[in-house]
């Protein structure tokens, strides 16, 4: 077992120090140990920020993954818009252009009471404060026969990577005819609109491919982020491919056989070509094992520093955090990063946090061509993250193809910002 | 342990490289205006087809925020977010860019 201490890493300094720089070295790296679990918006978008407002930080990300595949963005790899690369993001940039420490391994435990975090690879990591940057894992079996081995055979790809290729291949092996299920979960969950995006551009995949085919949107809900816009380009583009089956017609999934290809609601049975489930999610799984969620499987945090109220000097953002009003997306995670940094470099001196000033803006295609979004400011009222009134909101009903092209050209722009701002 | 060896040398080069890099206090104003990178990129250096704020003048970004805050330009989404700051708000976010590196 490899113990990174703080002894350790000052004296490897001190070393290197001693041969020209003392001056330059002594402001790099020796002041608070704050680490970084996750390297998803939040945790890189944290990391970078640590070290771009206070540069003396000691900043430590740990990530299980060798390179990040973001999930906006993965739902035009589905449709093969863009390649796997497109959605790749790597760490080098936050070591050689803010010098942060990143570790390609997985924490397998966090104590706050000794503010240590252990990973698989025998590592332990001693930290002053601790950022918790986990996304989302999955309830496995909320869903009756949905699990593990099943999202092999019926992928969520609500996680990117392999699962959205296997999304990929199973929509080019499917038949002209065949029919495609999606199941959204309950709120909450990652990216609210992000099922509907995928609907939307499977449609757009269909019309071109497999003209005959049709897509059924198996639903736990009612109502969905932007639906009224959804609606109004799936009558416009997809009327005859896309129905929608809300919660009170019985459209949520209750049961799927992923080896007879089945899903069931409680009154109908279907036997689609692909089936793409997306089961009922919550905090990565590290949030809940450290005692950082409550019983929604979330975890509930300070809303202006994003401190665990379950546990002293550990942060949680992003998709595994409550964060009231803001919903769980990636622009979400990357805003809370920057306000969470800045809260933790005021704590580590001693001083007040600053309230909360944090944005939401996200697009979604609803065709290649055909951008929507939704934007919001959030600010603290009442203890709770609210939208600034008056402000905010979607893309405007009945806007000419001009205002939609727009919007799909900002998406893209977006995407590149965002991953910019939040690896580079 | 043979990996974190490097990590001196590394912080070496760090140094020597974000030496003329100054860091950004973390102050109300700077997150505040930090939120804006998501889409406009750090310290609005938008690499994509978002607006760029480098090389654009404080007067003239205070003209365009106040301009989508009353809705006398025309906007896709910066309308619904510029409504959400005060006028000094906007100001300050403005003044910020304006001041950050080219």
């Given at each position: 077992m490899t113990n990174i201490s703080r002894r350790t890493f000052n004296g490897l300094l001190g070393a290197a120090?001693?041969?020209?720089?003392?001056?330059?070295?002594?402001?790099?790296?020796?002041?608070?140990?704050?680490?970084?679990?996750?390297?998803?918006?939040g945790g890189a978008t944290a990391a970078k920020y640590l070290k771009r407002y206070d540069p003396t930080l000691d900043v430590t990300l740990i990530e299980a993954a060798p390179t990040h595949f973001t999930c906006p963005f993965s739902n035009t790899v589905v449709v093969g818009m863009n390649d796997m690369s497109y959605i790749e993001?790597?760490?080098?940039k936050l070591t050689s252009m803010y010098g942060v420490k990143v570790f390609t391994d997985t924490v397998i435990a966090i104590d706050p009471a000794t503010k240590?975090?252990?990973?698989?690879?025998g590592k332990t990591f001693e930290y002053d404060r601790l950022i918790v940057s986990p996304g989302i894992?999955?309830?496995?079996?909320?869903?009756?026969?949905?699990?593990?081995?099943?999202?092999?055979?019926?992928?969520?790809a609500w996680k990117a990577g392999p699962q959205t290729m296997l999304l990929k291949k199973q929509l080019e092996a499917m038949p002209n005819g065949g029919l495609v299920v999606i199941a959204p979960p309950g709120n909450p969950f990652r990216c609210p609109p992000g099922p509907y995006e995928r609907a939307s551009l499977i449609a757009s995949y269909l019309k071109r491919n497999k003209p005959k085919s049709k897509l059924l949107i198996l639903d736990a809900k009612d109502a969905f982020a932007k639906d009224?816009?959804?609606?109004e380009g799936w009558e416009k583009m997809y009327d005859d491919i896309i129905e929608w089956v809300p919660a009170a017609k019985n459209g949520k999934v209750s049961k799927v056989n992923a080896k007879d290809g089945t899903v069931e609601t409680d009154f109908e049975k279907f036997k689609p070509a692909v089936a793409n489930i997306i089961p009922p999610q919550s905090a990565g799984q590290i949030a809940i094992s450290a005692g950082l969620a409550d019983k929604s499987g979330f975890c509930p945090v300070d809303p202006n520093t994003f401190e665990s109220t379950l546990a002293k000097n550990v942060h949680v953002i992003g998709d595994a955090a409550i964060a009231g009003d803001m919903p769980k997306s990636g622009y979400s995670a990357s805003s809370q990063a920057k306000v969470c940094a800045a809260a933790i470099i005021a704590l580590l001196k001693g001083e007040k946090p600053l309230p909360l000033s944090a944005i939401n803006t996200c697009y979604s295609l609803v065709a290649p061509d055909y951008g929507i979004s939704v934007a919001a400011v959030f600010?603290?009222?009442?203890?709770?993250?609210?939208?600034?009134?008056g402000s905010g909101g979607v893309s405007p009903l009945g806007a000419n193809y001009q205002f939609r092209k727009k919007e799909a050209d900002f998406?893209?722009?977006?995407y590149q910002s965002i991953c910019q701002d939040s690896w580079a | 342990m043979r990996g974190f060896l490097t990590t001196p040398g590394l912080c070496l080069a760090f140094a020597l490289a974000a030496a003329p890099m100054a860091a950004s206090a973390a102050d109300a104003v700077t997150v505040m205006a930090d939120s804006c990178a998501g889409c406009h990129g750090t310290d609005g250096h938008s690499i994509g087809g978002m607006p760029a704020f480098s090389g654009k003048k404080a007067d003239e970004l205070k003209k365009v925020l106040h301009d989508f805050k009353s809705g006398a330009r025309e906007a896709t989404v910066m309308d619904r977010i510029a409504k959400a700051y005060s006028v000094e708000q906007l100001d300050a976010i403005a003044?910020?860019?304006?001041?950050?590196?080219?």
């Open positions: 120090g001693a041969l020209t720089l003392a001056g330059g070295l002594s402001a790099c790296s020796s002041g608070p140990r704050v680490v970084v679990v996750g390297g998803g918006f993001r790597k760490f080098d240590v975090v252990k990973t698989a690879g894992d999955f309830k496995w079996n909320a869903i009756e026969g949905y699990d593990a081995a099943a999202a092999e055979i019926m992928p969520h009224k816009l959804f609606k600010q603290v009222k009442d203890g709770k993250i609210a939208s600034v009134p998406a893209a722009g977006w | 003044d910020y860019f304006a001041s950050r590196k080219k």
